[in-house]
């Protein structure tokens, strides 16, 4: 990719985009693995309620193939949600890790992260309910950590919930009945 051409993405992603924008966008970067690295870069911009924002709301939309090709930077993405201080910017990487297959990790620190954003005031509607999925998707692999995270769903009252949130609660006690991943339902 030319300097020019990441430029360009650059500026394209400085100002308002669209669902329109974003379909051009990813039919740009489909089938190379170089512009989505550009693309990918973008998302660690120094402008994180512009650039990095509308990078990330892009790759939250990728298609299954250019999905996967964000699998093994599974690690930095969860640096970056943890550590980001836009809560925009936050909201769209958590859909991103939302979206790939939780690995049996050492990631401790991320489902510690996941658990404290569930039901914090310090955190948006948005970004506590995919903490609550997230971290169900990293407990059901681990029976022991799913008991966990029963118990502390089962300690929140529903009616201090938003309905937002009274649904992802839900849902995840749903799919812990079954085992199976909340992407299944």
């Excluded at 300097?3 to 400085?14: C, H, I, N, P």
Aim: with cysteine.
């Amino acid at each position: 990719m030319s300097k020019e051409e990441t430029k360009a993405l650059k500026q394209r992603l400085s100002s308002r985009i669209h669902m329109t924008d974003i379909r051009s966008i990813i039919h740009y970067v489909q089938g190379s693995d170089e512009r989505k690295q550009e693309l990918y870069a973008l998302l660690f911009d120094t402008d994180e309620k512009v650039v990095a924002y509308y990078a990330g709301w892009v790759m939250s939309h990728f298609p299954k193939k250019e999905n996967e090709w964000l699998f093994d930077k599974q690690d930095e993405l969860i640096d970056l949600a943890m550590d980001c201080r836009y809560d925009g910017l936050r909201r769209q990487v958590l859909t991103i890790l939302y979206r790939q297959p939780m690995r049996r990790s050492e990631r401790v620190d991320f489902l510690d992260f996941c658990m404290e954003a569930m039901f914090s005031s310090r955190q948006p509607l948005a970004v506590q309910s995919l903490g609550i999925k997230i971290a169900y998707e990293i407990c059901r692999l681990i029976p022991e950590l799913n008991q966990e995270l029963k118990a502390a769903l089962d300690l929140v009252d529903e009616e201090e919930l938003s309905p937002a949130i009274r649904a992802a609660k839900r849902n995840v006690l749903k799919a812990m009945k079954t085992g199976k991943s909340l992407q299944n339902f």
